[in-house]
């Protein structure tokens, strides 16, 4: 069972997760640390069992059950630098990636910022900053992870996969939270340190699903297929064109990169 003594006793962090808020049911983790933003210390993490509206990327659902999975989001204020905040959503991604690899084998970073395994989706990322006015900027990162999951709603089931039905195993939820919050503070650092991801890309790289091989670009105006090369300072992932030859940089948002053969 989740509870606020365990995460708070698990936690080996400096400074971020030293505020938990622990909730057996919220409309959505994202939803709760905004409200509470203004007057929260920096690093406050909220945990819920179940969310009642979990929220995904581009408006959708995330599928958020009672008892089985992590739903976890966590503020920033300190630090931020409104044109790189969306960087922290790879910082969130190699985090989330370190984390589980000690658990699973082959845990991979779909980019940006989906983790999988076997080629399945275990967690999603959704990252939401707040930049009007000097005072009030924060950042909110949301995180999801399947963890005990024995299955998902036929939507998602094709894509979706849990730790437990990749590797048969049970684990403990705060075991996992602590971890994610433990090398978002590290890589977090690299970070803020150099103002951009040079300090990490690397590793970034060095995860990276589909890395060296063919990947269908899908844009607004054209759809075409290169090679994935890896990501630069700023999170661009960098794509060389089958068609011709050059080297484009994507930003994420503006297209979506699917391996040749499906999902991944
Ligand atoms: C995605 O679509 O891949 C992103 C999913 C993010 C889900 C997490 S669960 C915790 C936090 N609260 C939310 O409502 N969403 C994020």
Known sequence: MLSHEKILQKMDTEKLGQNVIYLDETDSTNEYVKKIAPDSP????????????????LGRNWSSPHGEAVFMSFLLKEHLIPENASMITIVAAIAVQKALSSLAADVKIKWPNDIVLNGR????????????????????V??????NNQSFPENIARTAASLYTETRKKYDRSDIICNVMKEFEKYYHLFVEKNDLSGLMSEYNQ??????????????????????LGIDSYGRLLVQRCDTGMTESIVSGEVSVRGVYGYV
């Open 42 to 57: 920096e690093g406050t993490l909220v945990v819920a069992d179940c969310q009642k509206s979990g929220k995904g990327r």
């Open 121 to 140: 989706k275990v967690c999603g990322i959704l990252t939401e900053m707040k930049s009007s006015g000097l005072e009030s900027q924060y950042v909110v």
């Open 207 to 228: 995860c990276l699903v589909n890395r060296e091989n063919e990947v269908e670009i899908i844009g607004k105006s054209e759809t075409y297929r290169g090679k994935s």
């Open 142 to 147: 949301g995180i999801g992870i399947n963890v």
